[in-house]
Protein backbone atom coordinates (compact mmCIF):
# COMPACT_ATOMS: atom_id res chain seq x y z
CA UNK A 1 0.00 0.00 0.00
CA UNK A 2 2.63 2.53 0.76
CA UNK A 3 4.80 1.70 -2.39
CA UNK A 4 1.34 2.31 -4.08
CA UNK A 5 1.34 5.66 -2.74
CA UNK A 6 4.89 6.32 -3.09
CA UNK A 7 3.86 5.54 -7.10
CA UNK A 8 0.59 8.02 -7.39
CA UNK A 9 2.90 10.81 -5.40
CA UNK A 10 5.46 10.99 -7.84
CA UNK A 11 3.46 10.29 -10.74
CA UNK A 12 1.90 13.34 -9.79
CA UNK A 13 4.61 15.45 -9.25
CA UNK A 14 6.07 14.71 -12.22
CA UNK A 15 3.39 15.60 -13.94
CA UNK A 16 3.31 18.88 -11.86
CA UNK A 17 7.18 19.55 -12.86
CA UNK A 18 6.52 19.13 -16.77
CA UNK A 19 3.69 22.18 -17.13
CA UNK A 20 4.34 24.81 -18.78
CA UNK A 21 3.99 27.86 -17.05
CA UNK A 22 3.43 31.25 -18.82
CA UNK A 23 2.66 34.37 -18.04
CA UNK A 24 -1.31 35.57 -19.30
CA UNK A 25 -0.71 39.40 -19.76
CA UNK A 26 1.78 42.18 -18.76
CA UNK A 27 1.12 41.32 -15.35
CA UNK A 28 3.24 38.41 -13.55
CA UNK A 29 1.37 35.07 -13.62
CA UNK A 30 0.83 33.22 -10.30
CA UNK A 31 0.07 29.16 -10.68
CA UNK A 32 -1.44 27.61 -7.08
CA UNK A 33 -1.17 23.71 -7.68
CA UNK A 34 -2.86 21.65 -4.64
CA UNK A 35 -1.44 19.05 -4.39
CA UNK A 36 -4.20 16.51 -4.01
CA UNK A 37 -6.52 18.72 -6.65
CA UNK A 38 -8.93 19.81 -4.03
CA UNK A 39 -10.53 23.29 -4.07
CA UNK A 40 -9.55 25.82 -1.30
CA UNK A 41 -12.79 26.01 0.69
CA UNK A 42 -11.84 26.03 3.88
CA UNK A 43 -10.94 29.38 6.52
CA UNK A 44 -9.67 28.02 9.43
CA UNK A 45 -7.10 24.74 7.76
CA UNK A 46 -4.59 25.26 5.43
CA UNK A 47 -4.29 22.87 2.29
CA UNK A 48 -0.83 21.98 0.60
CA UNK A 49 0.24 23.33 -2.62
CA UNK A 50 2.80 24.25 -4.72
CA UNK A 51 3.00 27.99 -6.12
CA UNK A 52 4.67 28.56 -9.32
CA UNK A 53 5.19 32.75 -9.55
CA UNK A 54 6.36 33.37 -13.70
CA UNK A 55 7.35 37.28 -14.18
CA UNK A 56 8.74 37.23 -17.83
CA UNK A 57 11.45 34.73 -17.93
CA UNK A 58 11.78 34.55 -14.19
CA UNK A 59 10.36 31.68 -12.75
CA UNK A 60 10.13 30.58 -9.07
CA UNK A 61 8.25 27.77 -7.46
CA UNK A 62 7.59 26.77 -4.20
CA UNK A 63 7.09 23.99 -2.79
CA UNK A 64 5.36 23.02 0.47
CA UNK A 65 3.09 25.96 0.76
CA UNK A 66 -0.05 25.95 2.54
CA UNK A 67 -3.05 27.96 1.15
CA UNK A 68 -6.37 28.45 3.03
CA UNK A 69 -9.39 31.23 2.25
CA UNK A 70 -9.46 34.69 4.22
CA UNK A 71 -11.96 37.22 4.66
CA UNK A 72 -15.36 37.66 6.13
CA UNK A 73 -18.16 38.75 3.91
CA UNK A 74 -15.58 38.11 0.76
CA UNK A 75 -15.32 34.67 1.55
CA UNK A 76 -18.71 33.70 0.61
CA UNK A 77 -17.76 34.79 -3.02
CA UNK A 78 -16.74 32.94 -5.72
CA UNK A 79 -13.39 34.70 -6.51
CA UNK A 80 -12.31 34.30 -3.00
CA UNK A 81 -9.30 35.94 -1.57
CA UNK A 82 -6.54 33.85 0.23
CA UNK A 83 -3.92 33.63 2.43
CA UNK A 84 -0.57 31.80 1.31
CA UNK A 85 2.03 30.65 3.76
CA UNK A 86 5.27 29.61 2.80
CA UNK A 87 7.84 26.59 4.00
CA UNK A 88 10.09 29.48 5.30
CA UNK A 89 10.49 33.31 5.09
CA UNK A 90 10.37 34.53 1.40
CA UNK A 91 11.46 38.35 0.01
CA UNK A 92 8.57 37.10 -2.64
CA UNK A 93 8.53 40.77 -3.42
CA UNK A 94 12.15 41.82 -3.34
CA UNK A 95 14.01 43.16 -0.88
CA UNK A 96 12.03 46.76 -0.03
CA UNK A 97 9.64 44.34 0.62
CA UNK A 98 8.89 42.09 4.08
CA UNK A 99 10.79 38.77 3.96
CA UNK A 100 7.89 36.70 5.71
CA UNK A 101 6.03 33.44 5.07
CA UNK A 102 2.57 34.97 5.57
CA UNK A 103 1.13 36.59 2.32
CA UNK A 104 -2.22 37.67 1.26
CA UNK A 105 -3.88 37.06 -2.31
CA UNK A 106 -6.56 39.76 -2.58
CA UNK A 107 -9.39 39.02 -4.98
CA UNK A 108 -11.14 42.70 -5.15
CA UNK A 109 -13.90 41.26 -6.04
CA UNK A 110 -16.22 43.76 -4.69
CA UNK A 111 -14.33 46.91 -6.39
CA UNK A 112 -14.81 47.14 -10.47
CA UNK A 113 -11.78 48.67 -10.59
CA UNK A 114 -9.81 46.08 -8.45
CA UNK A 115 -7.51 49.28 -7.74
CA UNK A 116 -9.13 50.71 -4.48
CA UNK A 117 -6.60 48.57 -1.99
CA UNK A 118 -3.87 49.70 -3.88
CA UNK A 119 -4.82 53.44 -4.62
CA UNK A 120 -4.55 53.06 -0.66
CA UNK A 121 -1.01 51.67 -0.72
CA UNK A 122 0.20 55.08 -2.39
CA UNK A 123 -2.18 57.29 0.01
CA UNK A 124 -0.65 55.65 2.83
CA UNK A 125 2.99 56.58 1.31
CA UNK A 126 2.05 60.03 0.63
CA UNK A 127 0.91 60.65 4.28
CA UNK A 128 4.16 59.24 5.39
CA UNK A 129 3.12 56.06 7.23
CA UNK A 130 5.82 53.84 8.73
CA UNK A 131 4.17 50.93 7.03
CA UNK A 132 2.14 49.95 3.90
CA UNK A 133 0.76 46.76 2.72
CA UNK A 134 2.21 45.99 -0.64
CA UNK A 135 0.44 45.96 -3.42
CA UNK A 136 1.64 43.55 -6.78
CA UNK A 137 -0.89 42.65 -9.00
CA UNK A 138 -1.01 39.33 -10.60
CA UNK A 139 -3.10 36.66 -12.71
CA UNK A 140 -3.82 33.85 -10.84
CA UNK A 141 -4.39 29.76 -11.98
CA UNK A 142 -5.97 27.95 -9.35
CA UNK A 143 -5.36 24.13 -10.15
CA UNK A 144 -5.06 24.81 -13.64
CA UNK A 145 -8.29 26.95 -14.37
CA UNK A 146 -7.85 31.29 -14.36
CA UNK A 147 -9.56 33.18 -11.59
CA UNK A 148 -8.95 36.43 -12.59
CA UNK A 149 -6.68 39.38 -11.60
CA UNK A 150 -5.46 39.35 -7.56
CA UNK A 151 -3.21 41.63 -5.46
CA UNK A 152 -0.56 40.12 -3.66
CA UNK A 153 -0.24 42.30 -0.19
CA UNK A 154 1.60 42.30 3.10
CA UNK A 155 0.04 40.22 5.78
CA UNK A 156 -0.38 42.64 8.93
CA UNK A 157 1.62 41.68 11.31
CA UNK A 158 4.60 42.50 13.83
CA UNK A 159 7.69 42.02 11.54
CA UNK A 160 10.56 43.71 9.86
CA UNK A 161 9.51 45.92 6.93
CA UNK A 162 5.87 45.40 8.34
CA UNK A 163 4.38 46.67 11.70
CA UNK A 164 7.99 46.89 12.90
CA UNK A 165 8.15 46.50 16.50
CA UNK A 166 9.07 44.05 19.10
CA UNK A 167 7.90 40.72 17.78
CA UNK A 168 7.75 39.27 21.09
CA UNK A 169 6.15 41.94 23.23
CA UNK A 170 4.74 44.96 20.84
CA UNK A 171 1.37 45.26 20.70
CA UNK A 172 -0.24 44.97 17.90
CA UNK A 173 -4.34 45.74 18.43
CA UNK A 174 -7.24 46.12 15.81
CA UNK A 175 -9.88 48.47 17.34
CA UNK A 176 -13.29 46.48 16.53
CA UNK A 177 -16.83 45.59 17.49
CA UNK A 178 -18.70 42.73 18.45
CA UNK A 179 -19.60 41.27 14.87
CA UNK A 180 -15.78 41.36 13.72
CA UNK A 181 -13.81 40.29 17.16
CA UNK A 182 -11.35 37.69 16.72
CA UNK A 183 -9.76 35.05 19.36
CA UNK A 184 -7.88 36.52 21.59
CA UNK A 185 -9.98 39.76 22.40
CA UNK A 186 -10.81 41.91 24.99
CA UNK A 187 -13.64 44.49 25.91
CA UNK A 188 -13.27 47.98 27.01
CA UNK A 189 -15.07 49.35 29.57
CA UNK A 190 -17.00 51.51 26.35
CA UNK A 191 -18.14 48.33 24.92
CA UNK A 192 -15.05 48.59 22.09
CA UNK A 193 -13.72 45.36 21.16
CA UNK A 194 -10.35 45.24 20.75
CA UNK A 195 -8.77 42.04 18.86
CA UNK A 196 -5.05 41.20 19.84
CA UNK A 197 -2.49 40.93 16.97
CA UNK A 198 0.38 40.85 19.15
CA UNK A 199 1.94 39.09 21.14
CA UNK A 200 1.12 36.14 20.27
CA UNK A 201 1.07 32.20 21.51
CA UNK A 202 3.10 31.88 24.64
CA UNK A 203 3.83 36.01 24.62
CA UNK A 204 0.08 36.58 25.32
CA UNK A 205 0.44 35.74 29.06
CA UNK A 206 -2.45 36.41 31.75
CA UNK A 207 0.39 39.18 32.40
CA UNK A 208 0.35 40.85 29.18
CA UNK A 209 -3.56 40.61 28.65
CA UNK A 210 -4.43 42.35 31.75
CA UNK A 211 -1.63 45.10 30.80
CA UNK A 212 -3.36 45.55 27.66
CA UNK A 213 -7.20 45.84 29.21
CA UNK A 214 -6.09 47.75 31.61
CA UNK A 215 -4.06 50.82 29.19
CA UNK A 216 -6.95 50.39 26.51
CA UNK A 217 -9.31 51.40 29.60
CA UNK A 218 -7.11 54.04 30.39
CA UNK A 219 -7.12 55.66 27.43
CA UNK A 220 -11.01 55.20 27.32
CA UNK A 221 -11.00 56.82 30.58
CA UNK A 222 -8.53 59.55 29.19
CA UNK A 223 -10.83 60.39 26.17
CA UNK A 224 -14.13 60.65 27.91
CA UNK A 225 -13.09 62.78 31.02
CA UNK A 226 -13.74 65.64 31.88
CA UNK A 227 -10.19 66.84 30.92
CA UNK A 228 -9.88 65.17 28.18
CA UNK A 229 -8.68 68.13 26.44
CA UNK A 230 -5.08 68.17 28.79
CA UNK A 231 -2.55 67.22 27.20
CA UNK A 232 -1.15 66.06 30.80
CA UNK A 233 -3.80 63.90 31.69
CA UNK A 234 -5.99 64.01 28.43
CA UNK A 235 -6.11 61.30 25.35
CA UNK A 236 -3.31 63.39 23.75
CA UNK A 237 -0.87 61.63 26.55
CA UNK A 238 -1.61 58.40 25.37
CA UNK A 239 -1.19 58.85 21.58
CA UNK A 240 1.21 59.40 18.41
CA UNK A 241 -0.45 62.51 17.86
CA UNK A 242 0.63 62.68 14.08
CA UNK A 243 -0.45 59.57 13.43
CA UNK A 244 -3.53 59.68 14.68
CA UNK A 245 -4.37 62.97 13.09
CA UNK A 246 -3.05 61.03 9.71
CA UNK A 247 -5.01 58.12 10.23
CA UNK A 248 -8.30 59.94 10.69
CA UNK A 249 -7.79 62.06 7.81
CA UNK A 250 -6.71 59.24 5.57
CA UNK A 251 -10.08 57.48 6.60
CA UNK A 252 -12.33 60.56 5.57
CA UNK A 253 -9.89 60.88 2.61
CA UNK A 254 -11.16 57.16 1.32
CA UNK A 255 -14.63 57.21 2.70
CA UNK A 256 -14.33 54.25 4.04
CA UNK A 257 -17.40 52.65 5.39
CA UNK A 258 -15.91 49.54 7.23
CA UNK A 259 -13.56 52.01 8.71
CA UNK A 260 -14.72 52.23 12.11
CA UNK A 261 -15.19 49.05 12.57
CA UNK A 262 -11.37 47.47 12.03
CA UNK A 263 -8.50 49.96 13.29
CA UNK A 264 -5.20 48.66 13.38
CA UNK A 265 -3.15 50.51 16.24
CA UNK A 266 0.52 49.32 17.46
CA UNK A 267 2.57 50.46 20.44
CA UNK A 268 6.22 49.20 21.29
CA UNK A 269 7.64 47.94 24.15
CA UNK A 270 9.43 51.13 24.93
CA UNK A 271 6.95 53.37 23.60
CA UNK A 272 4.43 54.91 26.06
CA UNK A 273 1.95 56.00 22.79
CA UNK A 274 -0.26 54.36 21.12
CA UNK A 275 0.30 54.58 16.96
CA UNK A 276 -2.25 54.48 14.47
CA UNK A 277 -1.79 52.37 11.06
CA UNK A 278 -1.56 51.01 9.06
CA UNK A 279 -4.45 52.07 6.39
CA UNK A 280 -6.22 48.45 5.50
CA UNK A 281 -8.77 46.46 3.43
CA UNK A 282 -10.24 49.64 1.10
CA UNK A 283 -12.20 47.68 -1.25
CA UNK A 284 -15.31 49.41 -0.45
CA UNK A 285 -13.54 52.65 0.34
CA UNK A 286 -13.76 55.71 -2.29
CA UNK A 287 -17.86 55.86 -2.02
CA UNK A 288 -17.99 52.37 -3.35
CA UNK A 289 -20.63 50.87 -0.99
CA UNK A 290 -24.33 51.18 -1.15
CA UNK A 291 -24.58 51.96 2.69
CA UNK A 292 -24.16 55.64 2.29
CA UNK A 293 -23.21 58.15 -0.20
CA UNK A 294 -20.20 59.51 0.98
CA UNK A 295 -19.23 62.23 -1.39
CA UNK A 296 -20.35 65.07 0.48
CA UNK A 297 -19.90 63.19 4.28
CA UNK A 298 -17.67 62.79 6.59
CA UNK A 299 -17.76 59.47 8.30
CA UNK A 300 -17.47 60.85 12.27
CA UNK A 301 -20.74 62.58 11.47
CA UNK A 302 -22.83 59.73 9.26
CA UNK A 303 -23.87 57.82 12.15
CA UNK A 304 -23.40 57.00 15.76
CA UNK A 305 -24.21 53.88 16.06
CA UNK A 306 -20.99 52.23 17.47
CA UNK A 307 -18.56 53.13 20.70
CA UNK A 308 -16.26 54.27 18.02
CA UNK A 309 -18.29 56.34 15.85
CA UNK A 310 -19.31 58.05 19.56
CA UNK A 311 -15.80 58.31 20.22
CA UNK A 312 -14.34 60.27 17.17
CA UNK A 313 -17.39 62.42 17.37
CA UNK A 314 -16.70 63.38 20.63
CA UNK A 315 -13.50 63.69 19.85
CA UNK A 316 -14.00 66.68 17.39
CA UNK A 317 -14.98 68.58 20.30
CA UNK A 318 -11.66 69.42 21.15
CA UNK A 319 -10.55 72.80 19.80
CA UNK A 320 -7.02 70.60 19.67
CA UNK A 321 -7.69 68.54 17.08
CA UNK A 322 -10.14 70.77 15.02
CA UNK A 323 -7.26 72.74 14.27
CA UNK A 324 -4.98 69.84 13.80
CA UNK A 325 -6.68 68.36 11.20
CA UNK A 326 -7.08 71.68 9.46
CA UNK A 327 -4.11 72.43 9.48
CA UNK A 328 -2.37 69.29 8.26
CA UNK A 329 -5.04 68.73 5.76
CA UNK A 330 -3.96 72.27 4.18
CA UNK A 331 -0.71 70.83 4.27
CA UNK A 332 -1.23 68.17 2.08
CA UNK A 333 -3.26 70.04 -0.50
CA UNK A 334 -0.58 72.03 -0.46
CA UNK A 335 1.90 69.26 -1.70
CA UNK A 336 -0.70 67.96 -4.19
CA UNK A 337 -2.48 65.01 -2.60
CA UNK A 338 -5.53 66.03 -5.22
CA UNK A 339 -3.46 65.94 -8.12
CA UNK A 340 -0.98 62.72 -6.78
CA UNK A 341 -4.33 60.77 -6.40
CA UNK A 342 -5.61 61.38 -9.87
CA UNK A 343 -2.10 60.58 -11.34
CA UNK A 344 -2.03 57.30 -9.66
CA UNK A 345 -5.48 56.09 -10.52
CA UNK A 346 -4.55 56.52 -14.26
CA UNK A 347 -1.32 54.60 -13.54
CA UNK A 348 -2.91 51.52 -11.57
CA UNK A 349 -5.63 51.53 -14.55
CA UNK A 350 -2.71 50.96 -16.80
CA UNK A 351 -0.98 48.55 -14.76
CA UNK A 352 -3.82 45.84 -14.97
CA UNK A 353 -5.85 47.25 -17.28
CA UNK A 354 -4.60 44.32 -19.87
CA UNK A 355 -5.23 41.67 -16.94
CA UNK A 356 -8.62 43.37 -16.06
CA UNK A 357 -10.05 42.32 -19.97
CA UNK A 358 -9.19 38.96 -18.92
CA UNK A 359 -10.76 39.16 -15.08
CA UNK A 360 -13.91 40.54 -16.38
CA UNK A 361 -14.58 37.54 -19.69
CA UNK A 362 -14.94 35.63 -16.33
CA UNK A 363 -16.47 38.19 -13.46
CA UNK A 364 -19.14 40.02 -14.89
CA UNK A 365 -18.56 43.86 -14.98
CA UNK A 366 -21.96 45.23 -15.08
CA UNK A 367 -23.81 42.68 -11.88
CA UNK A 368 -23.17 43.65 -8.44
CA UNK A 369 -21.26 40.69 -5.86
CA UNK A 370 -22.53 41.48 -2.58
CA UNK A 371 -25.39 44.28 -1.65
CA UNK A 372 -23.29 46.15 0.08
CA UNK A 373 -21.37 47.48 -2.53
CA UNK A 374 -22.30 50.24 -5.16
CA UNK A 375 -25.62 50.26 -6.92
CA UNK A 376 -24.21 52.68 -9.83
CA UNK A 377 -22.54 49.80 -12.83
CA UNK A 378 -21.10 50.09 -16.31
CA UNK A 379 -20.43 48.50 -19.50
CA UNK A 380 -16.76 49.30 -19.49
CA UNK A 381 -14.15 49.76 -17.18
CA UNK A 382 -12.99 52.99 -17.40
CA UNK A 383 -16.78 54.23 -16.43
CA UNK A 384 -15.93 52.31 -13.04
CA UNK A 385 -12.13 54.43 -13.03
CA UNK A 386 -13.61 57.70 -14.08
CA UNK A 387 -16.23 56.79 -11.10
CA UNK A 388 -13.03 57.08 -8.76
CA UNK A 389 -11.48 59.82 -9.94
CA UNK A 390 -14.68 61.90 -9.87
CA UNK A 391 -15.13 60.94 -6.04
CA UNK A 392 -11.65 62.68 -5.55
CA UNK A 393 -12.67 65.46 -7.54
CA UNK A 394 -15.89 66.10 -5.52
CA UNK A 395 -14.92 64.70 -2.04
CA UNK A 396 -11.41 66.36 -1.21
CA UNK A 397 -13.15 70.21 -2.16
CA UNK A 398 -16.21 68.90 0.55
CA UNK A 399 -13.15 67.68 2.82
CA UNK A 400 -11.43 71.18 2.77
CA UNK A 401 -15.02 73.20 3.46
CA UNK A 402 -15.71 71.19 6.32
CA UNK A 403 -12.80 70.80 8.02
CA UNK A 404 -12.60 74.69 7.58
CA UNK A 405 -16.34 75.36 9.49
CA UNK A 406 -14.91 73.05 12.43
CA UNK A 407 -11.63 74.86 12.40
CA UNK A 408 -13.37 78.03 12.50
CA UNK A 409 -15.92 77.16 15.06
CA UNK A 410 -13.17 76.20 17.70
CA UNK A 411 -10.60 78.52 16.75
CA UNK A 412 -9.85 80.11 20.12
CA UNK A 413 -8.73 83.59 18.56
CA UNK A 414 -11.58 85.39 16.88
CA UNK A 415 -10.52 86.65 13.16
CA UNK A 416 -10.72 90.46 12.60
CA UNK A 417 -11.08 91.39 9.11
CA UNK A 418 -9.96 95.15 8.92
CA UNK A 419 -12.90 97.54 6.80
CA UNK A 420 -11.61 98.34 3.71
CA UNK A 421 -13.34 100.90 0.95
CA UNK A 422 -11.85 98.83 -1.80
CA UNK A 423 -14.08 95.36 -2.89
CA UNK A 424 -12.31 92.43 -4.13
CA UNK A 425 -9.41 92.48 -1.48
CA UNK A 426 -8.58 88.87 0.05
CA UNK A 427 -7.70 88.35 3.11
CA UNK A 428 -6.38 84.80 4.64
CA UNK A 429 -7.36 83.11 7.63
CA UNK A 430 -5.10 85.63 9.30
CA UNK A 431 -7.02 88.75 8.64
CA UNK A 432 -3.57 89.57 6.66
CA UNK A 433 -3.78 90.78 3.28
CA UNK A 434 -2.74 88.42 0.04
CA UNK A 435 -2.14 89.54 -3.64
CA UNK A 436 -2.86 86.08 -4.94
CA UNK A 437 -3.56 83.24 -3.20
CA UNK A 438 -0.16 80.57 -3.33
CA UNK A 439 -1.49 77.82 -1.74
CA UNK A 440 -4.78 75.71 -1.61
CA UNK A 441 -7.26 76.14 1.13
CA UNK A 442 -9.60 79.51 2.60
CA UNK A 443 -9.25 82.96 1.83
CA UNK A 444 -12.35 85.62 2.92
CA UNK A 445 -13.12 88.29 0.02
CA UNK A 446 -16.20 90.13 0.44
CA UNK A 447 -17.29 89.13 3.35
CA UNK A 448 -17.07 85.36 1.56
CA UNK A 449 -15.35 82.31 1.80
CA UNK A 450 -13.33 81.76 -1.35
CA UNK A 451 -12.19 78.46 -1.13
CA UNK A 452 -8.73 77.56 -3.66
Known amino acids: MRLLFI???????????????????????????????DDIISKENYIDAKIVYVDGKDIRQ?????????????????????????ATKQALLGNNHAKA????LLANHCDKTMIRNALTYDLGNFFGFSFCPAAQFVDLYLNGNYRGTYQISDQVEVRNKRVDIDENNGWLLELTDDIHKDEPYIVTDRNIYV????????????????????????????????DYKSTITGYRSMIHEKSFIDWYIATELTGNIDAFSSIYTYKDTNNALLCFGPLWDEDLGYNNSSEKDLEKCLLAFANRNHPIEETMHHIWEDPWFA????????????????????????????????????????????????????HLYHDTYDEYVNDLKKFINHHIPFMTEEFYNHYIVTKNNSIHFPPVSTNNVLYNLDGKIVNTPVKHGIYIKNHQKIIY
Open 323 to 374: QSVYQRWKELLDAGIQQYLLEKIDSLRNVIYQSQQENFKQWSITEPIFSFER
Open 195 to 226: NIKNPKDEYLTDISLLSITEWCNQLSHSIWSE
Open 62 to 86: YENTQVRVRGNSTFYAEKKPYKLKF
Open 7 to 37: FIYLLFFSGLRGQSYHQLTDLPTLYIEVYNG
Open 101 to 104: KSWT
